[in-house]
């Protein structure tokens, strides 16, 4: 084997290890910003989302299937946020700006003008919607 062979093949397994690492740092990360967000949204729930932010929760989450919500709550290629989506869905209309979108983040988390807050990663927003979620279905039968 030549040099130029074992260079393309080391340079390869670099690649594959660097992959590897990347994904798993991601995979970490997410976890990570999943636990947050569910806390942030249990938290939320609780103190200060109103009965129509909560059902108009309930309501999109009924509408999608575990799939579709899985599919939706990653990062997306049509180029709309997964944090707007489900601002959108909580605010209850489809005519919301992303600023609009943003300033109900920034109520929700507290977070205020950090522009790299953890609403805009994927796991948060997931855990989020998943802790809101588990608040108001632990109580919605008794309303």
């Known amino acids: 084997m030549g040099i130029r062979a074992r260079s ?69 290629d049509d180029g709309q946020p997964v944090w707007e989506l489900v601002a959108t869905a909580i605010l209850g209309t489809h005519a919301f700006s992303r600023g609009e979108c943003q300033e109900f983040w920034d109520i929700a988390t507290g977070n205020g003008d950090d522009t790299d807050h953890l609403p805009h990663r994927d796991g948060f927003v997931r855990g989020f919607t998943e802790g809101a979620v588990e608040v108001w279905y632990s109580v919605a039968d008794q309303i």
Do not use: C, F, P, Y
């Open 8 to 76: 393309l093949i080391k340079g390869s397994l670099q690649m594959e290890k660097l992959i590897q690492r990347l994904r798993d740092s991601k995979a970490q990360s997410e976890s990570e910003g999943r636990t947050e967000g569910m806390a942030a949204g249990r938290l939320w729930a609780t103190d200060t989302a109103s009965h129509r932010e909560l059902s108009n929760l309930s309501v999109w989450w009924n509408e999608n299937s575990k799939q579709e919500r899985d599919e939706i709550l990653t990062s997306r």
